[in-house]
C-alpha cells in the first residue's frame, strides 16, 4: 500500500516537473528561439541534469513540446464551450481562450519546423469542432453561409497570429489585440 502510495506521489511530480520544463520552454522560445537549455531549465526552476533527466536532447523537448502545444489547443477548446449558445458567440470564446496561449501560438507561428511536423498535419479534434461551429452558424443565422468553414478557420488563426504580432512589434496591450482580434472576426464572419 506504502509503495503503491509512493509511486503516485513520484509519476504525480514527474508530471508536474516535466509540465513545468514545457511551460518554462514556452516561455522561453517565445522570447528567442535560439535559447539554450539551461535558459530553460532555469525559468523552469530546475537543474540542467534534471531537464536532460526528461527531454536528454533538444529534438526531444521540441517532440514535447510540439504536442504540448496541441493539448493546450485541445483543453482551450473544450473550455470555450462551443456547444454552448450562437456558434458566432461561441467562436469568439474560442478566439478568446485559443489567445490566451499567446506563448505557444508565437512559437508555432514563427518556427516552421514545428509547423511542419506530423502532428500538425493531421485533423484534430480541435479542428473538427471549428468546422462544426461554422457549420453550425450557418443552420443558425449567424455566420454568413457564404463563409466557407475552412477559410474561416484558415481566418481565426491568421488573425490570432496578426494579433499576437502587434502584441510582440507594437508592445501593444493583449487586450487591445484581442479586442481587435474579435472585431475583425465578427465582421468578417456574421451574418
Not at 516561455?27 to 530546475?46: F, K
Not at 454568413?144 to 481565426?156: E, F, G, T
Request: charged share 25%; hydrophobic share 45%; aromatic share 6%.
Amino acid at each position: 500500500m506504502v509503495e503503491a502510495q509512493t509511486g503516485a506521489a513520484e509519476t504525480a511530480t514527474r508530471a508536474r516537473t516535466r509540465r513545468a520544463i514545457l511551460d518554462a520552454a514556452l516561455v522561453v522560445l517565445a522570447r528567442d528561439q535560439a535559447a539554450s537549455l539551461g535558459d530553460i531549465a532555469v525559468e523552469a526552476g530546475v537543474g540542467r541534469t534534471t531537464l536532460h533527466r526528461y527531454f536528454p536532447e533538444r529534438s526531444d523537448l521540441v517532440d514535447a513540446l510540439s504536442q504540448h502545444v496541441l493539448d493546450r489547443i485541445a483543453a482551450a477548446t473544450d473550455r470555450a464551450c462551443p456547444g454552448q449558445g450562437s456558434a458566432l458567440a461561441a467562436i469568439e470564446r474560442l478566439c478568446q481562450e485559443y489567445f490566451a496561449l499567446g506563448d505557444a501560438l508565437t512559437i508555432i507561428f514563427n518556427d516552421p519546423q514545428l509547423a511542419c511536423r506530423p502532428e500538425w498535419s493531421q485533423e484534430t479534434e480541435a479542428d473538427r469542432s471549428l468546422l462544426r461551429l461554422i457549420e453550425r452558424g450557418h443552420a443558425d443565422g449567424s455566420i454568413d453561409p457564404q463563409v466557407d468553414p475552412a477559410w474561416a478557420q484558415q481566418l481565426l488563426w491568421a488573425l490570432l497570429y496578426a494579433g499576437w504580432q502587434y502584441v510582440n512589434d507594437n508592445t501593444a496591450p493583449r487586450y487591445e489585440a484581442l479586442t481587435q482580434c474579435l472585431r475583425s472576426l465578427r465582421k468578417s464572419l456574421a451574418a
